[in-house]
């Protein structure tokens, strides 16, 4: 499969009640392995939020979190159009005509391609939620590095900083074909991990979060970097979004 294919006040709770409902927090969050957190919107902050819980919505696309051309120096207006425009919207008409022929497929009790659409449930709605990720991942007021909690994690987990980036940058430029560079809370351990998913949806740690990722099939860089993925990943760490990494992971401890 290539991309883009179509494919109120209640009752006193009780301290075991609060702690029973953060683990179920964080079990929502980490749905599909290293792309948790479906279903997830962009809010008017940038930011992802969880959808609405009441009915169910079909996915939509959501809009950059800044101008097409505010990376530009990084990655082009022309880059993000055709990333952002055609790549990801791919994604979004895939993951919502996935759920349709499922919902087809129960209400007529054939389930003769049942496999195909987990397939392509997985491929397109990992794809859709790692790329919402991949866009708040960046901000033209990125980079530097972290501060306060994330940096303490950051510390415990990879022994610096700079250890975290070395890390990151050699998983990420290493992952197999077309993947990504996945920065993950991992909540039974409490730690922070890397992760190089290929594809979308394989590879992945499943009950992580992940907090920022970095897409390395090549339509995300090739316009500009040709064939030097490591040129592109070292660069990433020059437009990365902190602040959004740090709001993921107070979300999910």
Not at 41 to 65: D, E, W
Not at 93 to 103: I, P, Q
Not at 112 to 125: D, N, V, Y
Not at 199 to 225: I, N, R, T
Request: hydrophobic content about 40%.
């Amino acid at each position: 499969m290539h991309e883009g294919e179509t494919a109120n006040h209640g009752p006193r709770r009780t301290p075991s009640d609060m702690e029973s409902g953060a683990m179920n927090r964080r079990q929502a969050l980490g749905c599909l392995g290293a792309a948790a957190a479906i279903p997830l919107v962009a809010t008017g902050s940038g930011f992802l939020s969880p959808a609405r819980a009441q009915g169910q919505v079909a996915y939509t696309l959501p809009p950059l979190p800044y101008e097409k051309n505010a990376l530009e120096g990084f990655l082009s207006a022309e880059i993000l159009e055709i990333h952002h425009d055609k790549h990801h919207a791919g994604y979004v008409r895939g993951l919502n005509g996935t759920l349709t022929k499922l919902e087809e497929a129960r209400a007529s009790n054939d389930y003769e391609a049942i496999k195909a659409l987990t397939r392509a449930l997985a491929f397109h709605g990992s794809g859709h939620v790692l790329h919402t990720l991949y866009w708040n991942s960046m901000s033209p007021q990125g980079g530097g590095e972290p501060t306060g909690r994330l940096r303490e994690m950051m510390e415990s987990s990879f022994g610096g900083v700079e250890s975290f980036q070395a890390h990151f940058k050699a998983a990420t430029k290493k992952a197999e074909a077309s993947g990504w560079g996945i920065l993950a809370y991992e909540p039974l351990g409490g730690r922070l991990v890397i992760l190089a998913a290929e594809s979308h949806q394989q590879m992945g740690l499943q009950g992580c979060v992940p907090l920022l990722v970095c897409d390395v099939w090549e339509h995300a860089y090739y316009l500009k970097y040709q064939n030097r993925r490591a040129d592109y990943v070292d660069r990433f760490m020059e437009v990365v979004n902190w602040d959004h990494a740090a709001q993921r992971l107070a979300e999910a401890e």
